[in-house]
C-alpha cells in the first residue's frame, strides 16, 4: 500500500500560480505505478485533473486545465508534481493526489485508484 502526502496548497488571488506536490511517504514508493491528481469542490464530486505514466513520457488532463496545468515526476524523489498557472476561481477545490497499478489507457477514472492522500487545499480568490 502506497501513502501518497499531497503539499503546496494555499491561498492565491486569480492569475496567479501554484506548485503541489505528491511525495509517497515513509517506506512506500510510487514505483511502477501511474499517479493522478483528482479535486473536490464543496457540493461537487471528486473530478479528474491530470495523471501522468510511471516513466513519465504520458500525461493526460481533463479539459479545463489544459494549457494552464503541468504534471511532472522525479522518480528519483518518489515525488510528482503539479504546476499551476493562471488559476481562476473555479480551480478551488481539495486536491487529492492517487496512485494507481492499472495499465489501462483511461487514466482519468476514480475507481482505477487505490491509494488516495488526505489533500492540500487551493482557494483561488478573484
Known amino acids: 500500500q502506497v501513502q501518497p502526502v499531497e503539499s503546496g496548497g494555499g491561498l492565491v488571488q486569480a492569475g496567479g500560480s501554484l506548485r503541489l506536490a505528491c511525495a509517497a511517504s515513509?517506506?512506500?514508493?510510487?514505483?511502477?505505478?501511474?499517479v493522478g491528481w483528482f479535486r473536490q469542490a464543496p457540493g461537487k464530486e471528486r473530478e479528474f485533473v491530470a495523471a501522468i505514466s510511471w516513466s513519465g513520457d504520458y500525461s493526460v488532463y481533463e479539459d479545463s486545465v489544459k494549457g494552464r496545468f503541468t504534471i511532472s515526476r522525479d522518480n528519483a524523489k518518489d515525488t510528482v508534481y503539479l504546476y499551476m498557472n493562471s488559476l481562476k476561481s473555479e480551480d478551488t477545490a481539495l486536491y487529492s493526489c492517487?496512485?494507481?497499478?492499472?495499465?489501462?489507457?483511461?487514466?482519468?477514472?476514480?475507481?482505477?485508484?487505490?491509494?488516495w492522500g488526505r489533500g492540500t487545499q487551493v482557494t483561488v480568490s478573484s
Open positions: 492517487a496512485v494507481s497499478s492499472n495499465s489501462g489507457t483511461d487514466y482519468g477514472r476514480v475507481h482505477d485508484y487505490s491509494d
Open positions: 515513509g517506506r512506500t514508493t510510487f514505483k511502477g505505478k501511474r
